[in-house]
C-alpha cells in the first residue's frame, strides 16, 4: 500500500524554522497489514534518521507510542495503517497536553507528577488485620479494569480540561486514585477511602471533568477513566462529602428531575453554588441580565410533567439516603 | 414521515428559541413531530454520575411512552442524544432491562430494548436524504461561513452512538452544512467540551473553553458557529461575553442552532427562527444573508 505519512514536527533545541511546529511529508510503500509504527519506523530507519519517536515492545503493552493519529490519541503500534488512511494520507502529531521535546515525542513529567499526586498505593487506616488481607476475587476482577491501565497518556494527551487547565489532576492519576478506593484493602476497615475521597473532591479533582468522554474514547486498553471518576464522584458523596459545587449541582438536579421530572434551570445554578455564596451568585447577574433582555429566561415558574407522582414513586424507590455530612479540618496530604 | 419528539429540557429552558424554530423547520420539511405525552429528563449524565439506575429508568420510560405512540424517537439536542443512547446500550443487557421494566411496571409501562433514539441531524441524512433538502432552499447561503460544533454526546462514546455502522455521522455536521450551501470552516476543537458541565464548577475552565472554540473559529474567519447541541449553544452564545473578558479579546461570534441555520437556508426571517434571542448579535450574518433589510 503506498501512503503518505503527513507528520508535524518540531525541534525546539534547532535554531531556525525546525524550532517551531511544521509539517513534513513522507511517502512510503508498506504492507496491507502494517501498523502506523511499522511505517513511522521504516520511515527513520530509511528515509530520515532524524525523526524521532519512542517505542518499545510493538504489541500494545509498554505504553511508549501514544501520538495523535488522525487529530485523536492512540498507540502507533495498535493502530493498522490502512484502517486510518484518509485519502491517501495519514496525519501523524505528538501527544497533546504534555511539551514536545523533539517531534513525537514529549515530556511525561506532567504525566508522572499526577500519578505521584494521588499517592498511588494502598493505605489502610486503623486496624491491621492479623493474618493477610482477603480479598474477593469479584472485587479483584473489578479493578482489574483499571490495572489494565499502560501509563501511555493517550486520555492525558486528548483531555479537554488540561487542555486549558495544568493543574487538574487528570484521567490517568483519578483512575489511579480509583483503582485505590475501590481497592477492598484501601481505607478504613469498610474499605472506604475516606481520605482520599476527601482530597479527590477538592478543586483540580474528580468534579473538574467535564464528563466529554474523550478519555473513554481514546485509551486503548479500555480502562475508560471517566467512568472511574463518575463512580468516585458516587462515592464521595456516600462517603459525605457533599459539601462542593459538584455534588450539589449533582444533587439538585437530581432532586429537580425527581420531583418535577424536568430540570429546574432556573434554580440549578444557585442551588449548585450555594445559596448564600452572594459572590458566586453575583457573578451570574450580568449574564441573567443580558438573558433577561433578550426574552430568554428559563420560566419562573416550574411546571411538573403529565403524570410527575409516578416519576417521584421512582425516585423515592431508587434514591439511596444521603450520608451525613463529613466534616474535615485538615487535608490528609498535606 | 411521522416522529415522537423529544425537544428536551434546554430548548424550552435556557434556549427557548430552539424549540419553535426546530417544529418550524420540520412542519415546512414535512417531517411530522409528536411530544411523548409527560416525558421527563433525560438526566443529562449528571443523575447517571450519582445513580445511573434511576438514570436509565426514566430514559426507559421515554422510550416505552414512545413504542406505545408506535413511532420512533427524533431529538433536537446532542446531549439528550447521547445519553439515550448510552442508556439504550446498557438496557441490551437483558437483565438490566428486565430490573428496569419492573420499575415502570407500577405504570403500566413496559420497554423492548429495540428503540433507536435519532437526532434531527442524523434523521436528515439517515431518513430523510440531504438530497430531499434542495428543493426547500431559496436562500444563497454560499458567502456564509459557518464552523461546526458537534457537542461531546452526539460523537462519544461511538460504541453507543452505532459510530461502526453509521460512520457518517462523524462527518453528519459538516455534510448538512454543504448541502444548505453555506461554506464550512473546518476547526480542530469542533468535536471537543464547550465546558457547560463544569459552568458552575470551575467557571474558569467553562469560559476559557467557550473562548478557545469562538476565538479560533472567529480568527479562521467564520461568520457563524453551528452547533445541534443547545447545552453547547448555551455556553458559547450566552457565555461568550464572560469568555472574551477573560480572554481580553473581542469575539462577538454568533451561535447558530442547527434548525436555525436550515431555516435561513429555507428563506425564513432570522426574527421568526429566534435568533433575536441570542446573547452575542447575530446582525452582520442577517445582513450577509439578506435576511435584513
Known amino acids: 500500500m503506498d501512503v503518505t505519512i503527513r507528520v508535524k514536527r518540531q525541534d525546539p533545541e534547532a535554531t531556525g524554522e525546525r524550532r517551531l511546529p511544521h509539517w513534513q511529508e513522507y511517502p512510503v510503500s508498506i504492507a496491507d497489514n502494517a501498523t502506523v509504527l511499522d511505517a513511522l519506523i521504516q520511515i527513520r530507519e530509511d528515509d530520515d534518521g532524524t525523526l524521532a519517536l519512542r517505542c518499545s515492545c510493538r504489541s500494545a503493552i509498554c505504553g511508549s507510542c501514544a501520538m495523535r493519529i488522525n487529530g485523536h490519541a492512540a498507540l502507533a503500534c495498535k493502530t493498522i495503517a490502512n484502517t486510518v488512511v484518509q485519502n491517501g494520507v495519514i496525519t501523524i502529531e505528538p501527544a497533546g497536553v504534555m511539551p514536545v521535546i523533539k517531534d513525537l515525542v514529549v515530556n511525561f513529567d506532567l504525566f508522572w507528577e499526577k500519578i505521584k499526586q494521588v499517592d498511588p498505593y494502598l493505605k489502610h487506616i486503623g486496624q491491621v488485620p492479623e493474618s493477610e488481607y482477603v480479598v474477593s476475587n469479584e472485587a479483584m476482577l473489578h479493578l482489574s479494569g483499571v490495572t489494565a491501565c499502560i501509563m501511555c497518556g493517550a486520555c492525558v494527551s486528548d483531555c479537554t480540561v488540561l487542555e486549558v487547565d495544568p493543574t487538574f489532576l487528570g484521567p490517568a492519576a483519578l483512575a489511579k486514585a480509583y483503582r485505590f478506593t475501590a481497592d477492598p484493602r484501601d481505607g478504613d476497615n469498610q474499605g472506604v477511602s475516606t481520605e482520599r475521597l476527601w482530597a479527590l473532591s477538592e478543586p483540580s479533582g474528580i468534579w473538574d471533568c467535564t464528563r466529554c468522554n474523550e478519555c473513554v474514547q481514546v485509551c486503548p486498553k479500555g480502562v475508560a477513566p471517566m467512568d472511574r471518576i463518575m463512580a468516585m464522584r458516587e462515592q464521595a458523596i456516600q462517603a459525605g462529602y457533599a459539601n462542593n459545587n459538584g455534588a450539589r449541582h449533582t444533587d439538585a438536579f437530581t432532586e429537580s428531575v425527581g420531583h418535577s421530572g424536568r430540570l429546574d434551570e432556573l434554580r440549578l445554578p444557585i442551588k449548585s453554588v450555594g445559596m448564600m455564596n452572594l459572590p458566586a451568585l453575583m457573578g451570574y447577574m450580568p449574564v441573567a441580565l443580558r438573558a433577561l433582555r433578550r426574552g430568554k429566561m428559563p420560566p419562573i415558574a416550574h411546571k411538573n410533567v403529565e403524570n410527575v407522582e409516578a416519576v417521584r414513586r421512582l425516585f423515592q424507590k431508587m434514591e439511596p439516603e444521603p450520608a451525613p455530612p463529613q466534616v474535615s479540618t485538615n487535608s490528609p496530604f498535606g | ?293
Open chain 2, 1 to 293: 414521515m411521522k416522529y415522537a419528539f423529544f425537544p428536551g429540557c434546554v430548548s424550552q429552558g435556557g434556549a427557548p428559541e430552539l424549540y419553535p424554530a426546530a417544529r418550524m423547520v420540520c412542519d415546512r420539511l414535512g417531517i411530522e413531530l409528536e411530544e411523548i405525552p409527560g416525558w421527563t429528563c433525560t438526566g443529562a449524565g449528571v443523575i447517571q454520575e450519582k445513580n445511573q439506575l434511576f438514570g436509565d429508568t426514566l430514559n426507559a420510560r421515554n422510550f416505552a411512552k414512545a413504542e406505545r405512540m408506535g413511532l420512533p424517537i427524533l431529538t433536537i439536542c446532542s446531549t439528550c442524544q447521547g445519553v439515550m443512547s448510552q442508556a439504550n446500550h446498557r438496557m441490551r443487557n437483558p437483565e438490566y432491562l428486565a430490573e428496569i421494566n419492573s420499575y415502570l411496571a407500577e405504570e403500566g409501562l413496559e420497554y423492548s430494548g429495540n428503540s433507536e433514539p435519532k437526532h434531527l441531524l442524523w434523521i436528515l441524512i439517515e431518513d430523510y436524504g440531504l438530497d430531499q433538502l434542495a428543493p426547500h432552499i431559496t436562500r444563497q447561503l454560499t458567502e456564509l461561513k459557518v464552523a461546526p460544533f458537534y457537542g461531546c454526546y452526539i460523537v462519544r462514546p461511538t460504541e453507543a452512538l452505532d459510530i461502526a455502522e453509521h460512520p457518517e455521522r462523524q462527518q453528519s455536521l459538516e455534510m448538512l452544512i454543504d448541502a444548505l450551501g453555506a461554506t464550512i470552516i473546518d476547526f480542530e476543537g469542533k468535536t471537543r467540551c464547550c465546558g457547560f458541565p463544569i459552568l458552575t464548577i470551575n467557571e474558569r475552565n467553562s469560559m476559557a473553553m467557550v473562548g478557545k472554540h469562538t476565538s479560533e473559529v472567529k480568527d479562521l474567519g467564520a461568520d457563524a458557529m453551528v452547533t445541534p447541541c443547545p447545552l453547547c449553544h448555551l455556553n458559547l452564545d450566552g457565555f461568550q461575553p464572560k469568555a472574551a473578558s477573560q480572554a481580553r479579546r473581542s469575539i462577538d461570534l454568533p451561535i447558530l442552532h442547527m434548525p436555525q441555520l436550515i431555516g435561513l437556508a429555507m428563506g425564513m426571517s432570522p426574527t421568526e427562527l429566534g435568533l433575536k434571542k441570542h446573547i452575542v448579535s447575530t446582525g452582520p450574518l442577517e445582513v450577509k444573508v439578506g435576511g435584513r433589510r
